[in-house]
């Protein structure tokens, strides 16, 4: 998702295979495109990336608007998107993406409460930086946005209890137009989308 | 040690704030740095940066000899190091970096195993595209090799056995002075070397 969501928002056609995960043969397919077996991969002629953050810091290349534009925002985005790339486990083992519920309760374990106090945490740091220039993290639509638009779908999911700049993130991320297709198009998938989540953690 | 060895090769002077993990109170003296709580951290006058991932690429903005030149090498090596960044956790868990030990012969799980297979496949992967130019993994030292020495220097630790070129890249690491000066700090430290590569596997 978190390639994908930068893609669209940079008006840059694509073309979408989608490899059912967990069914027979499907690790063999995904080796046809990269040697990880990692999901998402990213071609652009002979150029094959996989990593979610790799994909991002090349589209990022070419659309510096990727990132912000301040070195020291721009530090920040690098920073919190590394930690989510890396981190989070109880988060993303307890609570996967399933497109097709909402507010769907479950008990919060203290590992996953933790998880959730740092994401809050995170948020208000990355807004209070520049709130005045729009509803995404850093303002404008950045790729730390496309690493925690799938955190604050799972939170909406599970109808996890946050403060209100939480809430106004989370939002925000519910009323993207873009977003709203992603969720559409996975909820119609006979393949659940939580292994794109899961495998490789790099979503 | 990731940022460590790239601030190295840049001839870039800093001091160096160790702070004992583990010991009462370190988690607060952590926090006075940054909310992360994780460490290396990095400080450039007023800009405070965490996670090795984004502390190199900080540093890779104002050097761009961190990374290898050409953009298909880049996303390369972008690809490898979040690989790393995020993945191989048997291998983080069970050969954990020792500065004081050689060849210290453990047995290996079929998880680690996975591990070093993956490890000495990215290796020849990277190896291939630039090898006249250098011992390195892309030819000259770049960021993927800080992600990837101290891996190598588990498998020295550890006498993992490996093929020739996988072992020609471990000899690389192992000769490199800079790795030397580090190893040689941290065996000298009271403290285990092993919590800065363990606590939220930034190392």
Redesign the interface.
């Known amino acids: 998702m978190r390639p994908w969501l930068a893609l669209r928002y940079l008006h840059i056609d694509f073309e979408e295979v989608r490899i059912p995960l967990f069914t027979p043969g499907y690790k063999e397919k995904l080796r046809a495109y990269s040697?990880?077996g990692?999901v998402p991969i990213y071609r652009d002629d002979?150029?094959t990336?996989?990593?979610?953050?790799?994909?991002l810091?090349?589209l990022a290349?070419q659309n510096p608007r990727l990132w912000p534009k301040e070195?020291?925002h721009?530090?920040?985005a690098?920073?919190v998107?590394?930690?989510m790339?890396?981190?989070f486990q109880a988060l993303r083992e307890q609570l996967p993406l399933n497109c097709r519920a909402r507010r769907r309760r479950i008990p919060i374990t203290a590992n996953v409460g933790k998880n959730v106090s740092?994401i809050v945490?995170i948020w208000a740091?990355c807004r209070n930086l520049r709130r005045s220039e729009g509803p995404w993290l850093f303002g404008e639509f950045c790729i730390a946005d496309a690493m925690y638009a799938p955190v604050a779908l799972r939170f909406a999911t599970y109808g996890v209890t946050v403060g209100s700049t939480a809430q106004e993130y989370i939002d925000t991320v519910m009323k993207d137009p873009y977003i709203a297709r992603w969720m559409a198009e996975a909820a119609n998938e006979d393949e659940s989308i939580d292994a794109y989540e899961h495998i490789?953690?790099?979503g």
Chains 1, 2 share one sequence.
Do not use: C, F, K
């Not at 990336?49 to 994909?55: K, R, Y």
């Open positions: 040697s990880a990692l002979d150029i990336i996989w990593e979610s953050l790799a994909i810091e090349y290349e070195p020291h721009r530090a920040v690098r920073a998107s590394a930690e790339h890396a981190g740092r945490e740091q490789g953690n790099t």
